[in-house]
Structure formats: C-alpha cells, structure tokens
C-alpha cells in the first residue's frame, strides 16, 4: 500500500511533539531538527529517483559503480567521524570496507539470492547499503574503542613488551576488548530480533506486500551477511591499523 504525499504531512505533523518537548527544556536543537529534516527529505527524494531509474533499466554496470560511491562516501565519512591519526586513516578503511565488500556481496548475490541478472540493482544496492553501513558504524567504534583502550594502558603494553612480546601480543588485550565492544550490540540486537523487535527490512517487506514466511529468510539472511560483514571489517580494520600505529621498533607514532 503506498503513502500518499499527504499522509506524509501528517506523519510530519508527529514533530510537534519533540518540538514542544524542546521548547519546554529550552534545548537548542529546534535549528537542527528543521536542517536536519529538511536535508533527509531532499536527500531521499533524489535518492529515490536516482533508485527508480535504476531498478527500470537494471544495468549491472551501473549498479556496480553506485555500489563504488557508496563504499567511497563510507570511507570519506569514517575518516571524518575518527579524530586521531587521520593521517594513516584513508587505506585502512577503504582497504577493510573494500574487502568485505568483495568477500560478502558476491557470495550473498551468487550463492544465496541468485537474482537474474546477478548485479541486479533491487537486491544489490539496498543490501549492500545494510551491510556497509553496520559496518561502517561497527568500524567506528571498534577503532575509538582499540585507539582509547592503547593510550590509556601504555604502561601495560610497554610491560608486555618488556617481557618479550611482540607488537601482536602486546596490543592483543587491548585488541580483543575492541572486538568485543563493538561486536556485543550486534549479537544482541540478533537475540532479541522476533521477540523484543520486527527488524526494518523484514517489516518493509510484509508492508510491500510479501508473505511473512519470505520476509523472515531474507531478514535471516541479512543479519548473518550483516554480522558477518561487522567482525570481518572490525578485524581488518584494527589489524591494519596496528601495523601502522607503530614504527618497527614497536613504539607508536606521533599523531600528526
């Protein structure tokens, strides 16, 4: 069932609510939420149309360069977001969402959905968008989380070094507790899915019309690419960050 454009003034209209809410606390972020808005709506508007054009002439060459300037608007947007050593940032983030990229979206199109043709931009750019953005959220906090966790237990590490480690068993601790940060909100947002929540993409679909039984083997298939698609970018991403975080004496480098 569509949304005509006049529901969509009254699903605007739920505003009124966080507005009044604001005005009550004096928050200062009436601003932000009418920019902030108005950039979603115009930015899905285009998005839409560039989409629909898409989806009607299901040109495979095209789907696979939109699928570059999403990975490459990902990247520039991580380095953006990460306030330390950006100068090393660049290749380990495009190197580990490019990765994953080539490792997942083939198997997912080629093995598991089969669509024909297989680049075929309704399955391609809308998964594709679930997986890289997980990811590039993921990667985020996964590397604040490495970055905090090595300058706040120098002490630690140089011990370790001390002892006989190398640069790999030294930041291992530090290493393992970034995985984990960064990987638990994904698990349990698994283990509560069908229960506590109908996740979007298993919504939007019975929404549009598909049987229920369907939706919950694509949502199935989207949370293991999804997950998947997390620890394989947390790891790459913090193993490259690791062999360039340190000199080979194993001592960090300044942050330029």
Avoid at 5 to 15: D, M, N, P
Avoid at 79 to 92: D, E, N, S, V
Avoid at 182 to 195: N, R, Y
């Amino acid at each position: 069932m569509d949304i005509s454009y006049i529901g969509l003034v009254f699903a605007l209209l739920l505003l009124i609510f966080p507005i009044l809410i604001f005005l009550q606390l004096k928050l200062k972020l009436i601003g932000q939420l009418f920019t902030s808005f108005g950039r979603m709506i115009v930015q899905l508007s285009l998005m839409g149309m560039w989409l629909e054009f898409l989806f009607t002439q299901e040109i495979s060459w095209l789907t696979l360069i939109w699928m570059v300037v999403m990975v490459s608007n990902a990247v520039f947007t991580l380095r953006g977001r990460l306030k330390f050593q950006r100068h090393i940032l660049l290749p380990i983030i495009a190197t580990a969402l490019a990765t994953t990229s080539l490792v997942l979206m083939p198997w997912i199109l080629i093995m598991v959905i089969r669509p024909q043709p297989i680049f075929s931009p309704e399955f391609a750019i809308p998964i594709y968008g679930m997986v890289l953005g997980n990811s590039m959220n993921s990667l985020a906090l996964a590397m604040e989380r490495f970055e905090s966790g090595m300058s706040d237990n120098w002490r630690a590490y140089y011990t370790r070094l001390s002892l006989g480690a190398n640069l790999w068993e030294a930041a291992l601790p530090t290493f393992r507790k970034a995985m984990h940060a960064s990987l638990l909100p994904q698990l349990l947002s698994v283990a509560s899915m069908g229960v506590v929540s109908l996740p979007g993409m298993m919504t939007g679909q019975i929404l549009g019309g598909a049987s229920p039984l369907v939706a919950i083997k694509y949502q199935m298939m989207i949370m293991i690419a999804i997950f998947s698609g997390v620890c394989l970018t947390d790891y790459l991403g913090i193993r490259l960050y690791l062999r360039k975080r340190f000199d080979i004496y194993y001592l960090p480098k300044e942050d330029k």
